[in-house]
């Protein structure tokens, strides 16, 4: 071979040679951060103990939606000692039933769960002190904005057959 080319390509490969060891670096770490682990994961799915405690919580919780159409009445006919009762009374459990309910839900909905849940408690908190200041719109307002949202959340509890 000639010397003149011989000593060219010596000096172009010694100036690319570092590049190389950067460009396979940069390979290496990409292929092993992508290629970790299956294509696809499966989305996470209820556990059968945790449907029992779903089945278990969920008829305590929809009795006290299926009650909400009493503080309607009471509201309507401007019956404030019965609403302030029945907030106190009855939907005094609401907050540990939803909150019991809300922890065995997939961590998808329990997040959002927990917000509604939260929203509810805000509205019947204010539901109560318009009913102390006898203030019939504000109340029916606040009756409807919780019932939206205890529909809401219950829309992401699982259904029985």
């Known amino acids: 071979m000639y010397p003149v080319l011989r000593d060219v ?9 570092p590049l190389l060891g950067i460009l396979l670096a940069v390979i290496a770490t990409t292929l092993v951060a992508c290629g970790g682990g299956p294509a696809s994961k499966a989305p ?18 929809a009795n006290l939606r299926d009650r909400f159409p009493e503080l309607a009445g009471y ?26 309910l809300a ?21 019947l908190e204010r539901l109560d002190e318009a009913a102390a200041n006898r203030q019939q719109v504000i109340a029916g307002q606040e009756y409807r904005n919780a ?12 259904t029985f057959q």
């Open 44 to 61: 996470p799915t209820y556990t059968p103990a945790v449907l029992q405690q779903v089945e278990l919580y969920s008829p305590g919780v």
């Open 103 to 123: 922890a065995t839900l997939l961590p998808k909905d329990k997040e959002k769960a927990q917000a509604l849940a939260q929203e509810l408690y805000v509205h």
């Open 75 to 100: 509201i309507q006919k401007e019956d404030w000692v019965n609403v302030q009762s029945f907030i106190h009374g009855p939907m005094g459990e609401l907050r540990a039933r939803v909150n019991r």
């Open 9 to 17: 390509d010596t000096m172009m490969m010694g100036r690319f040679r």
């Open 147 to 158: 019932l939206d949202d205890f529909d809401s959340f219950l829309s992401l509890v699982p």
